[in-house]
């Protein structure tokens, strides 16, 4: 995923983010000022449902060898798909770019939306518009 950090964001009632009293599976320890202070922040994998990516992050891969789209609000890192693409070089027209409207104008089938979870690696944050706020 090259350099890009990705946003996780974890919902305050999610359970994987709870206090535990497993010590395996949390970081633990803190000392402070000689006072034992302990810590129950647990240690979660990142997976594609809670891994976010700005448009701006999406926008730096838009390469044959560093290719990301974004496909229906969802980011895919494409790279290792670029030589298989049957369509060839064309691909790079979606290249760092939501590219659900290219994806879907073309025609793809069913096999070429499920071959798409293999390279999910997360999901577009998008910007609230303000004028839904009024």
């Known amino acids: 995923m ?8 974890y919902h305050l009632n999610d359970p994987a ?5 497993n010590s395996n599976n949390t970081n633990s320890s803190v000392n402070n000022n000689n006072n034992n202070v302990t810590s129950n922040i647990p240690i979660t994998t990142s997976t594609p449902e809670n891994t976010f990516y700005t448009m ?3 926008k ?3 390469k044959a060898t560093d290719l990301w789209m974004v496909i229906q609000s969802n980011v895919y890192d494409l790279t290792p798909f670029f030589d298989q693409h ?3 070089s064309i691909i790079l027209e979606g290249a ?9 104008d073309i025609g793809h089938s069913d096999d070429a939306y499920d ?3 293999q390279y999910l690696i ?13």
Do not use: A, C
Not at 2 to 9: C, R
Not at 96 to 104: A, I, N, R, V
């Open 17 to 21: 983010i709870q206090p535990s009293n």
């Open 86 to 88: 049957p369509g060839g």
């Open 60 to 62: 730096k891969h838009n």
């Open 96 to 104: 760092g770019k939501d590219s659900t409207y290219l994806f879907e």
């Open 122 to 134: 997360g999901k577009l944050l998008q910007s609230p518009n303000i004028r839904d706020s009024f």
């Open 115 to 117: 071959m798409l979870d």
């Open 2 to 9: 090259g350099d890009t950090e990705p946003l996780v964001i």
């Open 56 to 58: 701006d992050q999406v």
